[in-house]
């Protein structure tokens, strides 16, 4: 069963618009930590943030957000003022402590497009 | 500091022959993974590894394996290319100690099977 769902396949801004990118998990697990990863159409990847399950804080890095609501499952990812070069394809995925290896289960990624 | 390094960047290969695919990573990480991406779809695992000697299964194992013979080497060998092996694949590597830690990842290996 999927556990990360990215429900939104691609998102079309225009440069300034805000988007929020949504993201819903599902554990069982009541330590466990999410991710959100972006990649370039260059094809990198590259890690944006950690959260714990345990720190509900929302947090704020540049135009970058994240609000983290345990109560709905949801990590959701905001851009404040998108430029062109914020398009590119979010992943948000999930670590569960039970499995002690860290391993990573990916939402299918939504697809970012910016235009001038 | 070069990180996770995966080569080749692009590959071509035809239906039934084999490969490896080279990960290296100069971060003194004990865990790795490698993941493979398939159009439009999010990563999925293929096998991973917390130290040298040590492999285990991930998602989708069929048609790979891989060994670890040093901490910084976690080559990915593919026996029989098959068409559904068309992919892009990541290799991955973190610290382990604590979880939770933040995955590193090489630049990809895009790969076809004609």
């Known amino acids: 069963a999927q556990k990360v769902t990215q429900a939104q396949t691609e998102i079309s801004v225009v440069e300034k618009e805000d988007v929020t990118l949504d993201c819903v998990y599902e554990?069982?697990?009541?330590?466990?930590?999410l991710f959100w990863y972006k990649q370039p159409p260059s094809g990198e990847l590259v890690f944006l943030i950690r959260?714990?399950?345990?720190?509900?804080q929302n947090e704020i890095s540049g135009r970058y957000s994240w609000n983290f609501q345990k109560s709905t499952s949801s990590f959701n990812f905001t851009i404040t003022a998108s430029q062109v070069v914020d398009s590119a394809v979010y992943f948000c995925?999930?670590?569960?402590?039970?499995?002690?290896?860290?391993?990573?289960?990916f939402g299918a990624g939504t697809q970012v497009v910016v235009t001038p | 500091n070069a990180g996770v390094t995966q080569t080749p960047k692009f590959r071509i290969l035809k239906i039934g022959q084999s490969m490896t695919l080279q990960c290296t990573q100069d971060?003194?990480?004990?865990?790795m993974y490698w993941y493979r991406q398939d159009p439009g779809m999010g990563l999925k695992l293929i096998y991973y590894s917390v130290g040298a000697g040590i492999t285990d299964k991930g998602e989708v194992p069929n048609g790979y394996n891989v060994s670890r013979s040093t901490t910084e080497d976690f080559p990915l060998r593919l026996e029989l290319a098959a068409p559904s092996q068309t992919s892009v694949y990541f290799c991955a590597s973190s610290y382990g100690r604590g979880k939770g830690q933040p995955q590193h990842f090489g630049d990809g290996t895009r790969l076809s099977i004609l």
């Open positions: 995925a999930l670590s569960e402590a039970l499995d002690s290896w860290g391993k990573l289960q």
């Open positions: 971060m003194n990480h004990n865990y």
């Open positions: 959260r714990n399950s345990f720190d509900e």
């Open positions: 554990t069982r697990d009541t330590t466990y930590y």
